[in-house]
């Protein structure tokens, strides 16, 4: 596609042009006046050079003192001053040849020049006739010379070569003429089209100004833009709106202020929001409460965004991209509502059970009690009865507790205590045939969100395992672990609003899991799970808010979810939130651990995903290690029994073939004891754990680069080395 030239360019190139026709007829015009200039020079010093000619050669000069010379023996000085100006003519003669002939022009005086030799020569001819006494007669005849000829051609070639500079000099001026009036021609033309292009330049800039101001126009967000002072100088007629804006430029309305939903404490007015649009850190499109000062408004829930701009002329210099969410949000809201509501269906129908039991002890023991005549049995059935009324009183504090919890700020809680808690409302509502785990993960492991959304968030995951293992009547356990990470992706490390000199790879994150070994989702339910209102549990009540709000949550604490699931594997949720630390606050970036580099180990990887195959492989080369390559279990079998040795096997747990990773796990260990084994996958759980006949280690993907390397060096047969 041709790409067409600026503004700048197009002026460029006429000022070019302009200089180049200025420069060229000038350079001209120098040139044909500097010659005429020279012929005028040349010229006078012809006709300086052509009359001493005439006086050397003419009355008193050279052919008078020959004459004298001849006539007057007596007198040698004639014969001397004849000599010298002979001489001299024959100078004059190349002088007046030479200067013509710069003049490009001819001059043929070949017989002046004959007749001065001739001359000159005589001289002495004649001084020595007079030595040996001839007569002056005598004398006469022998040195006679027909000088008529050249002294006619020296006349006439005089005068014709004078005409003939005169009219070289006329000529030089004719084409100075013509050139001074070819330039301001050229000069003229390159002047008019310089003016259409510049014309046609103009015209297009307006049709570009006309269509990006159309579009600028039409645009359903709110458009701003700032300049480096902070004033706006862009604003669409939505944002006029909006912000109640006149025309710009103009001072950002101080009668705004600006708070995230979950931090509603940290405020920012305009001149904060503008400054973080400025210099950072970049707003990477946050939903904030926009607060006005001005009675008559409401408040109004904006999506925020921002970016610097490098526009080369200094005046734009960032922009702001703000949408009123007001109706999405207000959405959000409900659904989370709703999804509460209907985790609090779930258990009190959990707890209905629990209450039926307690009830019924209560009955009998009252009942006992009151047919009993031994007291002491009396009063133990009525203790039973009071310590069960207890029980009762604390599970429907915890339904209350529960059910009172509205989303607020974001806080910092050590997961363990979080487990703790939500362990007494998870376990009413699953089956008791169901198993159900929790591991916290590292001591002291923190997380930074809003605690009774991630409540929320981790009873609608229980619930949707249990709803998944009840329906199906395959598997009998849910797990919530937790586990601290770093990563390397980059959509989930540009949603971080922490500004630290650390770089942002190094922020730490906390990854709370809830997986199960049900019956699993097929690649379309999957595909549509976190759809709001999407459910596979209509008949039975599913309202399909659950995964809905649970990504909802994810997204506002700025993390990410991470779903993995398959027909027959099971399902495993994963929220990865930001780490926490003391004082309610957000964990600081860390330091990265080093990688460890191998000792030249020959590791076989096995991974059945191509791209990954060929990424892990690399970055393991370049950790030293030496690489041998599979697709799959199967292909990695028919290596070893080619007799392949290695030192340490990688492999992905979840491979099509007929040999997943924990079979090959085991047939390499019962094969090769001494080898050192390593699992990843997304599907991490009991069927993966590693137990006494096959201590393997299992990494759950993804996995950063330090923590494999370390996970290399724990199992490496050469760890010592």
């Known amino acids: 596609m041709k790409r067409r030239l600026t503004l700048t360019q197009d002026v460029a190139i006429g000022a070019v042009a302009v200089i180049a026709v200025v420069g060229f007829f000038g350079w001209s015009y120098w040139r044909v006046g500097n010659t005429a200039s020279t012929l005028r020079e040349t010229e006078l010093e012809f006709d300086i050079a052509a009359q001493q000619l005439l006086a050397t050669i003419g009355f008193d000069g050279m052919i008078h003192d020959f004459k004298n010379c001849v006539i007057r023996p007596g007198e040698d000085h004639y014969c001397t001053d004849a000599k010298a100006k002979a001489d001299i003519a024959i100078t004059l003669v190349d002088r007046l040849t030479a200067l013509v002939e710069d003049a490009g022009l001819t001059l043929d005086m070949a017989d002046i020049r004959h007749a001065a030799e001739t001359y000159g020569a005589a001289v002495d001819e004649v001084r020595a006739a007079h030595d040996s006494g001839l007569s002056i007669r005598e004398i006469d005849a022998l040195v006679r010379y027909d000088d008529a000829p050249a002294a006619t051609q020296l006349q006439y070639t005089l005068a014709l070569t004078r005409t003939a500079m005169s009219a070289r000099i006329i000529e030089l001026i004719s084409v100075l003429r013509m050139q001074n009036m070819a330039g301001a021609l050229a000069l003229v033309l390159v002047l008019i089209g310089f003016m259409v292009l510049m014309r046609r330049e103009y015209r297009l800039s307006l049709e570009r100004e006309s269509r990006l101001t159309a579009v600028f126009s039409a645009l359903s967000g709110s458009l701003i833009g700032l300049d480096a002072g902070g004033r706006i100088i862009l604003a669409n007629p939505n944002a006029r709106a909006l912000l109640r804006l006149g025309e710009a430029p103009l001072s950002w309305p101080d009668h705004l202020e600006f708070a995230w939903p979950e931090h509603p404490e940290d405020k920012l007015t305009g001149p904060d929001l503008v400054d973080r649009a400025l210099n950072g850190p970049r707003i990477t499109g946050d939903t904030m409460l926009m607060h006005s000062r001005r009675s008559q408004d409401s408040d109004t829930y904006v999506y925020i965004a921002s970016a610097p701009v490098e526009t080369g002329t200094g005046e734009l210099a960032a922009i702001l991209l703000m949408d009123d969410v007001t109706s999405q949000e207000k959405n959000r809201q409900q659904i989370e509502r709703n999804s509460r509501l209907d985790a609090l269906g779930q258990l009190t129908g959990g707890m209905a059970h629990d209450f039926n039991n307690l009830l019924a002890t209560i009955l009998y023991a009252v009942e006992l009690a009151q047919k009993s005549s031994d007291k002491e049995k009396a009063h133990a059935m009525l203790n039973r009865a009071l310590s069960t009324v207890m029980r009762g009183r604390e599970l429907t504090s915890r339904l209350l507790t529960f059910a009172k919890r509205q989303p607020g700020q974001s806080r910092s809680r050590r997961v363990a205590e979080v487990f703790e808690e939500f362990k007494h409302l998870a376990r009413p509502a699953v089956d008791a045939s169901i198993a159900l785990e929790f591991d916290a993960g590292e001591p002291g492991l923190m997380v930074h969100c809003d605690p009774a959304q991630l409540e929320n968030a981790l009873l609608n995951l229980v619930i949707n395992s249990r709803d998944a293992i009840r329906f199906s009547g395959v598997g009998d356990m849910i797990r919530i672990s937790a586990r601290s990470v770093t990563t390397t992706n980059a959509a989930l490390l540009g949603r971080q609003n922490v500004e630290t000199e650390g770089k942002p790879g190094d922020l730490r994150f906390a990854e709370l899991t809830v997986m199960d070994n049900g019956p699993g989702m097929s690649v379309e339910i999957r595909r549509r799970a976190t759809d709001p209102f999407f459910t596979t549990?209509?008949?039975?009540?599913?309202?399909?808010?659950?995964?809905?709000?649970?990504?909802?949550?994810?997204?506002?604490?700025?993390?990410?979810?991470?779903?993995?699931?398959?027909?027959?594997?099971?399902?495993?949720?994963?929220?990865?939130?930001?780490?926490?630390?003391?004082?309610?606050?957000?964990?600081?970036?860390?330091?990265?651990?080093?990688?460890?580099r191998g000792a030249g180990e020959t590791i076989l990887l096995v991974e059945d995903e191509t791209d990954l195959l060929e990424v892990m492989s690399q970055m393991l080369e370049d950790l030293g290690y030496q690489v041998i390559e599979a697709s799959s279990g199967v292909a990695a079998m028919a290596l070893i029994a080619q007799g392949l040795r290695f030192d340490i096997l990688i492999s992905d747990v979840v491979m099509p073939g007929g040999i997943d990773g924990i079979e090959l796990a085991r047939k390499v260990h019962e094969q090769h004891p001494e080898s050192g084994i390593v699992l990843m996958s997304g599907y991490v759980g009991p069927a993966t754990d590693p137990d006494d006949t096959v201590p393997f280690r299992v990494m759950q993907k993804p996995c950063m680069p330090e923590d494999l390397s370390a996970a290399l060096r724990d199992v490496s047969p050469r760890q010592d080395a």
Not at 568 to 587: F, H, K, S, Y
Request: proline share 3%; net charge positive; charged share 20%.
């Open 537 to 596: 549990k209509a008949s039975s009540g599913g309202t399909g808010l659950g995964l809905a709000m649970v990504y909802g949550f994810v997204q506002q604490s700025r993390g990410e979810m991470q779903m993995y699931s398959d027909l027959g594997r099971g399902t495993t949720v994963r929220m990865i939130l930001p780490r926490g630390a003391e004082g309610d606050l957000r964990e600081a970036p860390q330091a990265r651990q080093k990688v460890l």
